[in-house]
């Protein structure tokens, strides 16, 4: 197996160890492995494969001369508009975790399972998507590819750390009854529907990301597509209702034996027996979990179905890495 120099931007985050986790769990052969973080975290000691690493200041004279093939970033969108271009100039692959570049045309945006040889047109620097949107894909592109999708419909549940350490804290500080330092409310007892930003439209960023992103990355620029973004009092794993409509007509038998024939895809769905994806069962693990399959009672054309899956896991750090596999394959 080809021997990699490797860079983990934001390696003290919730993601960036999550990138380190996955990293040793799929036995990349890394000869170099730089950690980098804030001036804060500089000279702290994390563990990638149970050795030591020092974490390192992220700056231009801690990055030259390092011949990093490839970098792995999640430390915010200012931090990748800066230092993106820095490490792609030396001839290191970017794959990037913020929204700093998702939407820029000459950007790949990528779901590996879902639009791989997208990865290839990178000219340095290729986008991974936004967690919730991630999850959505393979279900979406399976119904597209037989059905063809003319309409979807998002609303989502999603858990705190799709925050960061920030969102976490904020649970843990308002179940105990104390402020909120991070939500404008207490996460804890309620649900918010507002994630990031809100914008002229009356929708939020996060909605945004949800409608453009799916759009770019399922190929079909004039998709409509309208999204509720939601965050809920959970730890872990975004659950996300999508209803789609389809151009063909179906029958719901065959929409849950091409939900479970693409990768990536596991289909828990008997409700006789009560089974359905829940958060628990998602968090720790890859794939996208789908269930409560079913016609939509009120758009003989359209279907429900209950997406969950580990969004620090497929909706960050596991999708930017299947992507450097990709790249490696080749
Ligand atoms: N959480 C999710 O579900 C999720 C999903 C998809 C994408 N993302 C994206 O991934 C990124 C990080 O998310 P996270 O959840 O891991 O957040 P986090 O836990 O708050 O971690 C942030 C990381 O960025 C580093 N950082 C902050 N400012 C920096 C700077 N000026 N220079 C270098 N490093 C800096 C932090 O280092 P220090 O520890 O030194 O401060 C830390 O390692 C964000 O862009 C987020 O949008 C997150």
Redesign the pocket.
């Known amino acids: 197996m080809i021997k990699i120099n490797v860079a983990v ?8 160890r999550t990138f380190l986790k996955i990293l040793a769990e799929k036995k990349l052969n890394i000869e170099n492995l730089y950690c ?3 001036e ?2 500089d000279g702290i000691i994390i563990e990638y494969n149970n050795k030591p690493y020092t974490v390192q200041k ?1 700056c231009e004279e801690n990055i030259i001369n390092k011949k990093i093939d490839y970098a792995l970033f ?4 200012a ?1 990748s508009v800066e230092f993106a271009p820095i490490f792609s100039k030396q001839g290191t692959v970017v794959i990037d ?3 700093a570049w998702r939407m820029n045309a000459e950007i790949p945006l990528v779901v590996p399972e879902v639009n791989p040889n997208d990865a290839f047109k990178h000219h340095g620097i290729i986008a ?1 998507p ?2 919730s949107t991630i999850q959505c894909m393979p279900p979406l592109k399976a119904l597209d590819e037989k059905y063809s999708l003319k309409r979807v419909i998002f609303t989502t549940f999603q858990a705190v ?6 969102g976490i804290k904020d649970l843990e500080l308002t179940t105990a009854s104390k402020s909120p330092q991070f939500y404008p409310y207490p996460i804890f007892n309620n649900c918010l529907p507002h994630i990031d930003a809100f914008l002229e439209n009356g929708y939020t960023k996060e909605e945004m990301k949800m409608v453009n992103e799916s759009r770019k990355i399922l190929g079909k620029p004039d998709l409509p597509i309208s999204a509720t973004c939601v965050r809920v009092p959970i730890q872990n794993s975004h659950s996300i209702e999508i209803i789609a409509e389809l151009d063909k007509d179906f029958e719901i038998t065959d929409i849950v034996t091409t939900l479970k024939n693409f990768a990536g895809i596991i289909v828990l769905d008997d409700v006789s027996k009560n089974i359905y994806p829940l958060a628990t069962i998602a968090t720790g693990h890859d794939e996208v979990y789908v269930g409560r399959i079913r016609r939509d009672l009120s758009n003989k054309n359209a279907v429900r179905i209950f997406c969950v899956a580990d ?2 896991r497929k ?2 750090a596991s999708n930017a890495v299947q992507i450097l596999e990709l790249l490696l394959q080749k």
Do not use: D, Q
Not at 9 to 16: C, S, Y
Not at 161 to 166: F, L, P, T
């Open positions: 931007v934001g390696a003290t985050g919730l993601v960036g980098y973080a804030s804060k975290s992220l999640s430390a915010g969108s931090v975790n913020s929204s991974n936004n967690c750390s799709g925050s960061g350490m920030k969004n620090i909706g960050a």
